[in-house]
T-cell receptor, first 112, second 111 residues
Framework: DTAVSQTPKYLVTQMGNDKSIKCEQN?????MYWYKQDSKKFLKIMFS???????INETVPNRFSPKSPDKAHLNLHINSLELGDSAVYFC???????????FGSGTRLTVV | TQLLEQSPQFLSIQEGENLTVYCNSS?????LQWYRQEPGEGPVLLVT???GGEVKKLKRLTFQFGDARKDSSLHITAAQPGDTGLYLC???????????WGAGTKLIIKP
């Protein structure tokens, strides 16, 4: 029974398209996150949501927008995709901001 | 500028050898976590250390938090091919409670 699941696993799309990545956690955690991992494997926080409130919003382009319909879901919508958006995107959750994180298995986005 | 420096960036050794990976900073952390990431998967939490000087063991893995809570190390005894992966440290800073990530150590254990 997967704790943090994200779909799709792979996403190949053309420049200029709009796409969404879905994330669901069944751990009852109150905080969810989106991370971007670049080709050098560095993890960069994009967003976090605590009780449906955005509490961290790093300097990411406003083409990226998180959407949380409820505490168990945090989806990532990306408008007007660019080549530089190609990366692996990870969803994660934690119980509170200072606990260990549980990560999904990632979505590899390739923009062509 | 990396707030958390991991070293080495890459390590390839033979099965059965011992190794140590370091995570260093000039900043103080309220806690520090170690994760292992395998190809095609997300990072998996191995341990959290909270108290300065704390040592935690997970089978052949030994984690230590520095006395001043600015650094940490991961020591693996008798490494096995199953230990292969990307090891990431991440710490919560005392000053702003953000989780800061290191760039990772890629470890390969050859049979």
């Amino acid at each position: 029974d997967t704790a943090v699941s994200q779909t799709p696993k792979y996403l190949v799309t053309q420049m200029g398209n709009d796409k969404s990545i879905k994330c669901e956690q069944n751990l009852g955690h109150d905080t969810m996150y989106w991370y971007k991992q670049d080709s050098k494997k560095f993890l960069k926080i994009m967003f976090s949501y605590n009780n449906k409130e955005l509490i961290i919003n790093e300097t990411v382009p406003n083409r990226f927008s998180p959407k949380s319909p409820d505490k168990a879901h945090l989806n990532l919508h990306i408008n007007s995709l660019e080549l530089g958006d190609s990366a692996v995107y990870f969803c994660a959750s934690s119980q509170g901001q200072f606990s260990g994180y549980t990560f999904g298995s990632g979505t590899r986005l390739t923009v062509v | 500028t990396q707030l958390l420096e991991q070293s080495p960036q890459f390590l390839s050794i033979q099965e059965g050898e011992n190794l140590t990976v370091y995570c260093n900073s000039s900043s103080v952390f309220s806690s520090l976590q170690w994760y292992r990431q395998e190809p095609g998967e997300g990072p998996v939490l191995l341990v959290t250390v909270v108290t300065g000087g704390e040592v935690k063991k997970l089978k052949r893995l030994t984690f230590q938090f520095g006395d001043a809570r600015k650094d940490s190390s991961l020591h693996i005894t008798a490494a096995q091919p199953g230990d292969t992966g990307l090891y990431l440290c991440a710490g919560f800073m005392d000053s702003n409670y953000q989780l800061i990530w290191g760039a990772g150590t890629k470890l390969i254990i050859k049979p």
